[in-house]
């Protein structure tokens, strides 16, 4: 995207070549390689340095990381976080509940499918095996074992036990995106690469007998906005920065209040998080297929209309974007505890309008926090591990230094 926004948006300057990630979730950028094609991967929600240097392979000089998307990551960190916020206010306030199903229509699909845009150029080259391990995977195993241990404290529960077969809360995010990533070979290979991660969507969703196991679930009904980001271009992304889509934008997200307004008593939120099947939630199979076709399109019209107005230009928080995984991960433990230490009975003027303000500034400024430079450097040890030592130098690299050493 463009690091800068003319008036109206009538005036669009290209977009620059976009950043490889090798594992991106709500916030991290790998190192780039310019030899692929443009690419980018929601860090689902992955963290990196503003200006990430240049692989020791020699892949040349690194490129600066896009505004656009760091915007984007952050902003969408903020709505996470404020949703997480609002569940202990659904049973009480209509208006709540509608807030909160239509953020969760797009907030996640929104991360998914910027980690499958940055996921363009990925590979089972060593170097990106090596930051899907340190990047996702150990940060899963870190999470996985924090959260158990927490919960054992925190809801007085010693039972509970450490499973990184079942991911707790908030990590099934860094499970889904391994597996994701894993599968990019093969979407590049298959004809009609979006419409088979549809129909394997609902597969998922009329399939009670997949088990909780990876949660697996969420992996396959979340799959197709992954994929949808894999074939994205950067002209998709400035086509939504069109003045006209902006100035539409604006009715379809207050249609989607309204809508959500209506239908809050009506249904159930648990469709919005994608991690049962039809016949677990009490109606037939085909209800399943409906409601996921639905909140599929649902979902990507919203998730075009907040990238609509998502600021192109260098704002003051984007800075933030670069650590959004951080902030995903770290504020599970404040929005947990606040249900385990029952703060929401204990202050029933959160449950009115100003307490519901109150709690949306809270999670907002929390998160903004957990996303600093001062936090991302003291967790980096959990969120970004330098794991050199166990992993196998890259026979490649290893010559071309030594052919140096020789030729000096």
């Not at 980096?380 to 992993?391: D, L």
């Amino acid at each position: 995207m463009t690091n800068s926004v003319q008036p109206h948006g009538r005036h669009r300057a290209p977009l620059p070549p976009v950043q490889e990630t090798a594992a991106t979730a709500p916030g991290r950028t790998a190192p780039h390689s310019p030899g692929h094609a443009s690419p980018h991967a929601l860090h689902s929600l992955r963290s990196s340095r503003p200006a990430a240097p240049a692989q020791r392979s020699g892949t040349g000089p690194a490129k600066q990381r896009d505004a656009f998307f760091d915007n984007a990551k952050y902003l969408a960190i903020v709505l996470v976080a404020m949703a997480h916020a609002w569940e202990p206010l659904t049973d009480h306030s209509r208006t709540a509940e509608a807030l909160y199903m239509t953020v969760y229509t797009f907030h996640m699909p929104a991360f998914i499918l910027i980690s499958g845009y940055f996921s363009r150029s990925f590979d089972m080259r060593a170097d990106r095996l090596t930051r899907l391990v340190t990047g996702v995977a150990v940060p899963y195993v870190v999470f996985e074992i924090a959260y158990t241990f927490f919960k054992r404290w925190a809801d007085d529960d010693p039972t509970q036990p450490i499973s990184l077969l079942d991911p707790w809360y908030l990590t099934w995010f860094l499970i889904a995106l391994f597996v994701w990533r894993l599968t990019v070979p093969l979407w590049k290979v298959v004809r009609w690469p979006v419409p088979l991660a549809l129909c394997v969507a609902l597969l998922a969703v009329i399939s009670p007998d997949i088990g909780d196991d990876l949660d697996l679930q969420r992996v396959l009904q979340f799959m197709p906005f992954f994929v949808l980001g894999l074939f994205l271009k950067p002209e998709h992304f400035q086509l939504v920065r069109r003045r006209e889509v902006r100035i539409l934008s604006v009715p379809v997200f207050a249609c989607a209040v309204l809508l959500a307004y209506w239908a809050a008593p009506r249904m159930t939120s648990v469709w919005f998080y994608r991690r049962e099947s039809a016949q677990e939630l009490g109606v037939p199979w085909w209800v399943g297929v409906v409601m996921t076709l639905a909140l599929f399109g649902c979902s990507v019209v919203l998730t075009a209309c907040f990238f609509a107005w998502v600021p192109r230009r260098k704002m003051w928080f984007t800075v933030l974007g670069a650590g959004t995984l951080y902030g995903y991960l770290l504020h599970g433990f404040l929005a947990k505890g606040s249900r385990f230490w029952g703060w929401f009975e204990d202050y029933p003027w959160l449950h009115r309008p100003v307490g519901e303000v109150f709690v949306s500034v809270v999670a907002a400024a929390v998160v903004t926090a957990l996303c600093t430079p001062v936090v991302r450097r003291v967790f980096r040890f959990a969120m970004e591990p330098r794991m050199e030592w166990a992993f196998r130098r890259d026979a490649t690299e290893v010559a071309r230094e030594r052919a140096g050493s020789s030729a000096r």
